[in-house]
């Protein structure tokens, strides 16, 4: 009977293990994505704001402070002409003229060609000399001057083109300024996704390669106790049903809790105990002082250092200790494995494999807040990694 509900349980867990793995990724994608509208958002509104403050603001105070005399008085519908213009010129560099000059040639050519009709339009609204004003007022008496009606002098006129001319240097400049500014955005926001997405495929695989290694030690262990008809068989699958379940369900998590990762550890080496005879003892212990509460770390990152520990430190004739610390002080975690040398990998840089991933992982995930010392020392070999988790 109890053969039959651990066959049960077996078969409803590795059931189990692809629906949860897609429900992972499925969250974790949907997660990225909401980040990165989130930011796309941000970047919208800031440049909405910017818009606001040229159109509403900078263009208007510009044209105001132009020593240009009486202009909406004389001619209102060059100045709405103007004005029109200005934010064409405006709304189009930064849109169009300004990232074409980041794509490909074809678009640099056409950037090139709209800014030439620019300077063409604008130089034939700087010769327009108001000679016919759209609005006429009375012409004063006593001889006073014109208002209208009779055309620019010279220095006015020349005035008028160099209003007309600073009013569009000033606002190509801005628009160009702000298309720069726009641009360098999407591309800091697009690299930024790519460094995301290649650090995710580096992290992928190296969990693709450390998975497949425990995988492989732990059936051994397994398959060595059913040839023996070790009476812990039925107990080692059931840990190991549990500890499979954990990787397959954090596998594609950024994070899990501290606890549950020191428990994976203490199931991993307790399943491990079953392979050892009385020459070796392992001994494990497990402190968390609390004082922060919650706190996450990415998972399995510690799984390769044990996994050595308990590999090439055992002994079947020769009294061994193990020594596998895990503590948590002030919110440093720091793991701690010391354990001397019985034997050593055939292939040295095969078996070195599993360490470098896992110090590219640390690397990835936690850059400078994170030391990890590895070292033999008179046929000891140590391992002391100390992770500092409240920069997360």
């Not at 569009?168 to 801005?174: A, D, P």
Request: aromatic content about 12%.
């Amino acid at each position: 009977m109890r053969n039959r509900c651990g066959d049960f349980a077996i078969k409803r867990y590795f059931c189990n293990f692809d629906l949860s793995r897609q429900t992972n990724e499925k969250a974790n994608m949907e997660r990225d994505k909401k980040t990165y509208t989130s930011k796309a958002i941000a970047g919208k509104k800031m440049q909405l704001w910017i818009d606001l403050f040229f159109c509403l603001v900078l263009l208007p105070v510009m044209i105001y402070l132009l020593p240009i005399e009486r202009w909406l008085h004389n001619n209102l519908l060059f100045v709405c002409l103007l004005v029109c213009w200005l934010y064409i010129v405006y709304f189009v560099n930064r849109t169009f003229t300004v990232p074409s000059l980041f794509k490909n040639r074809k678009r640099l050519v056409w950037a090139m060609l709209v800014i030439v009709a620019m300077v063409g339009i604008t130089y034939l609204l700087s010769h327009y000399k108001m000679e016919f004003p759209f609005h006429h007022p009375p012409r004063p008496h006593h001889g006073g001057p014109e208002l209208g009606g009779r055309p620019m002098s010279p220095s006015k006129f020349r005035l008028h083109q160099q209003a007309v001319w600073f009013l569009w240097v000033i606002v190509m400049t801005f628009s160009i300024a702000m298309g720069l500014l726009g641009e360098l955005y999407r591309q800091r926001a697009r690299r930024q996704e790519l460094e995301v997405a290649k650090n995710k495929a580096e992290l992928s695989l190296y969990k693709a390669q450390i998975d497949p290694h425990f995988l492989f030690n732990t059936l051994n262990t397994l398959y060595s106790m059913v040839l023996t008809q070790n009476p812990s068989t039925e107990d080692a699958f059931m840990q190991f049903i549990d500890i499979t379940r954990y990787i397959y369900n954090n596998a594609n998590q950024d994070s899990v809790s501290v606890d549950s990762e020191a428990h994976y550890l203490q199931q991993y080496i307790e399943l491990q105990r079953h392979r050892l005879n009385d020459c070796t003892q392992v001994h494990f212990t497990y402190d968390n002082d609390q004082r922060h509460p919650g706190l996450t770390m990415a998972p399995m990152i510690m799984i390769t250092f044990v996994e050595n520990a308990l590999k090439y430190g055992v002994s079947a004739s020769v009294e061994t200790h193990i020594h596998i610390s895990l503590k948590v002080t002030d919110g440093v975690l720091t793991l701690s494995t010391s354990n001397p040398i019985r034997t050593r990998p055939s292939n040295e840089a095969h078996e070195g494999i599993g360490i470098e991933n896992s110090r590219k992982r640390l690397d990835l995930i936690y850059g400078k807040d994170y030391n990890l010392d590895i070292k033999e020392e008179d046929g000891t070999f140590n391992v002391l990694l100390t992770i500092n988790l409240n920069h997360q």
